[in-house]
């Protein structure tokens, strides 16, 4: 046990059998109040809730769906990187030919979690169409979308690297075209 200025850290643990718990438990951080009414305590907060809520667990152009099996799947139009391991991620199921009218174009996908924006652009101007423009035009360009998703959308958002961190949020809402 170790105390700490807010909080406290918990460990235990008899034997070997306890260890799986043990970092379920390290990696799961908590966060509790105290009922004095009845004297015990209430989870008032989780983190992470589940294995899609961790950092990209499944690589790039993956989704995280924790209700299916196997968990990470790649996207329409990709394949796994590996067939060993779906964590390394997915790659193209077919080269990518950039400015190519009629032959590569972009995929909307609906209900998933915006990427990771490390390697990313953003004009709050700009309507989806020149947004759509202004990645064909750049190679490098790997996806867009509205920034803002209310009313009929707005902003632009473009992504230039492999795209990781994606997790299925809901059949609804967000695009993000690929």
Same mark, same amino acid.
């Given at each position: 046990?170790?105390n700490?200025?807010?909080?406290?850290?918990?460990?235990?643990?008899?034997?070997s059998?306890?260890l799986?718990?043990?970092y379920?438990?390290?990696?799961?951080?908590?966060r509790?109040?105290?009922i004095?009414?009845?004297?015990?305590?209430?989870?008032?907060?989780?983190a992470?809730?589940?294995i899609?809520?961790t950092?990209?667990?499944?690589?790039s152009?993956a989704?995280c769906m924790?209700?299916? $099996?196997?968990?990470?799947?790649c #996207?329409?139009?990709f @394949?796994?990187? /590996?067939?060993?391991t779906?964590?390394q991620?997915c790659v193209?199921?077919e080269?990518w030919?950039c400015?190519?009218e009629?032959?590569?174009?972009?995929?909307?996908?609906?209900?998933?979690k915006?990427?990771?924006?490390?390697?990313?652009w953003?004009?709050?101007?700009?309507?989806?169409?020149?947004?759509?423009?202004?990645?064909?035009e750049?190679?490098?360009?790997?996806?867009?979308?509205?920034?803002?998703i209310?009313?009929?959308?707005?902003?632009c $958002?473009i992504?230039?690297?492999? #795209?990781?961190?994606? @997790?299925v949020? /809901?059949?609804?809402?967000?695009y993000?075209?690929i």
């Amino acid at each position: 046990m170790k105390n700490g200025n807010h909080g406290e850290e918990i460990q235990t643990g008899e034997n070997s059998e306890d260890l799986p718990v043990a970092y379920q438990t390290l990696l799961c951080r908590q966060r509790n109040i105290w009922i004095p009414e009845n004297g015990t305590w209430r989870l008032f907060q989780a983190a992470p809730r589940d294995i899609c809520d961790t950092y990209s667990p499944c690589g790039s152009y993956a989704n995280c769906m924790v209700d299916s $099996s196997p968990v990470c799947q790649c #996207l329409e139009g990709f @394949k796994p990187k /590996s067939l060993d391991t779906m964590e390394q991620g997915c790659v193209r199921s077919e080269p990518w030919s950039c400015k190519v009218e009629g032959r590569d174009g972009f995929r909307k996908f609906v209900g998933l979690k915006f990427p990771d924006t490390t390697h990313s652009w953003i004009n709050k101007s700009m309507t989806l169409e020149e947004c759509k423009v202004k990645c064909w035009e750049n190679c490098s360009c790997t996806a867009y979308a509205n920034l803002d998703i209310r009313g009929a959308g707005s902003g632009c $958002s473009i992504w230039f690297a492999d #795209l990781i961190d994606l @997790k299925v949020v /809901s059949q609804s809402g967000q695009y993000l075209n690929i």
